[in-house]
């Protein structure tokens, strides 16, 4: 996840190294910029001077340039030997072998610290700052030199340091986010939130940062038990859904953060807008089912399933969920409809192992049964009956397992299972050669 974020934002950011061969490489000297930040300082306390849009615009500038101290040539996984060609050497280097045998290198300057795994530039760190908050201090200048500028003769100019300071905090953000100061980085993405929502940007939805500005607020609250966060992390993702980001997919993860603060009600609810959107992806016919199920709503659930196979009667794993609810309701009649459905749905697709499973289940259950009464049976002619139904039982269920083996190639629990029914009912029946088959493949898993 960390090297997919890295990846997106570095390419949203357009974070590109300034030097190129032949050119000259100008580095901010840190004691004039200290300068700089210090005049300006006193000019924002001048009545006469603060009252200037040029002044705030000019200070939004400069603490720009206090941010890319020790930035100005540095990109992610920059190697040791490009930051020397720049940065000159080090005044000393820190080497640490990690457990996993990953070697770090700390390259540590005046001003900052440079973190390299495997020759690579992980993340930096800052020594003794200027500022705590430069992107910060900008921001508020550049919205003070809105304020001021009457006339607008500066908004051009401003746009452009709100754009600047747009690429610097998703540098930032994504440096924070590899140093594990999530809230740091949740706080730099949701800054971008921030200048997007000025009328200077209306229009522009950064998707990319709605989407990490939830997927942080999430991994804070997972690591702290916050709801709050969870909620926010629901808002985030509810905004890119209303921007069609991100497909079935978006409503899925709501629908997680939703049962992660325990609210069952409104995951299913979120589930059935994400169907309504998208009443053919399977995957979200499944959500919903699921939810039906673990929430104990069979009946709801087989009214709503029943509304899906009628839309979609081409869709086998529609009959398949609506059979899963079927089972649910534990009554004679339902198990047979259950039969029928699933049956239906191993028509309309024979290539889904799970519908051959649960459908060779459910005949292993009913065999079971008989066989079980037939123990108990003190008549001997209701006995032999009832042990003649649980070897038909049997009997159906057996190819329709094995078929269930067959086809699935990336299920191994539920394969598992399936060899040990199967080993059961071959047990049961005294098929030597065929539960021992079984056996041997179980084992060899």
Request: no cysteine.
């Amino acid at each position: 996840m960390r090297k997919f974020i890295t990846l997106v934002i570095i390419a949203t950011a357009v974070i590109s190294m300034n030097a190129q061969e032949g050119s000259t490489v100008v580095l901010l000297n840190p004691n004039a910029v200290q300068k700089k930040v210090e005049k300006s300082d006193a000019e924002v306390q001048d009545p006469k001077k603060n009252s200037k849009a040029a002044t705030w615009l000019k200070r939004g500038d400069l603490y720009q340039d206090v941010f890319n101290i020790g930035l100005e040539q540095v990109q992610e996984g920059i190697d040791t030997k490009m930051l020397t060609l720049f940065y000159k050497q080090p005044q000393s280097i820190e080497n640490e072998t990690m457990e996993d045998g990953t070697l770090k290198e700390t390259y540590i300057y005046e001003n900052m610290k440079y973190v390299f795994v495997n020759g690579a530039l992980q993340h930096w760190e800052r020594i003794n700052p200027i500022s705590e908050d430069p992107l910060r201090v900008s921001i508020d200048a550049y919205k003070k030199t809105l304020e001021l500028d009457d006339n607008g003769k500066l908004t051009t100019k401003v746009k452009e340091g709100f754009t600047s300071v747009k690429a610097s905090l998703k540098r930032q953000g994504v440096n924070d986010y590899y140093t594990e100061d999530y809230e740091g980085a949740l706080g730099s993405f949701e800054d971008v939130l921030e200048i997007n929502q000025l009328d200077l940007f209306a229009g522009e939805v950064d998707t990319v940062m709605i989407q990490y500005a939830g997927i942080i607020s999430r991994e804070i609250a997972s690591k702290t038990d916050n709801d709050e966060l969870y909620k926010k992390s629901i808002g985030y993702y509810k905004q890119l859904a209303a921007a069609d980001f991100g497909g079935p997919n978006t409503y899925l993860q709501i629908k997680m953060d939703y049962l992660n603060i325990g609210d069952s009600v409104s995951a299913l609810e979120i589930v059935k807008e994400a169907y309504a959107k998208y009443p053919d992806t399977v995957n979200v016919i499944a959500n919903v089912a699921d939810l039906y199920i673990q929430m104990h709503l069979i009946d709801e659930g087989i009214a709503f399933m029943e509304s899906v196979v009628e839309k979609s009667p081409d869709i086998a794993e529609a009959y398949y969920w609506l059979g899963r609810m079927l089972i649910n309701k534990e009554e004679i009649e339902a198990v047979d409809q259950a039969i029928e459905v699933y049956t239906k749905a191993s028509e309309i697709d024979p290539t889904i192992y799970y519908i051959y499973y649960d459908l060779g289940y459910i005949y292993y259950l009913q065999g079971a049964d008989f066989f079980e009464r037939s123990n108990e049976e003190q008549d001997e002619g209701i006995r032999d009956q009832l042990i003649k139904l649980g070897k038909e039982k049997y009997d159906t269920a057996i190819p329709i397992l094995e078929k269930a083996y067959e086809l699935n190639l990336d299920n191994q629990s539920v394969k598992y299972e399936t060899l040990d029914l199967l080993q059961r009912i071959y047990y049961k029946e005294e098929m030597t050669e065929q539960y021992e088959r079984v056996k041997a493949l179980k084992e060899n898993m």
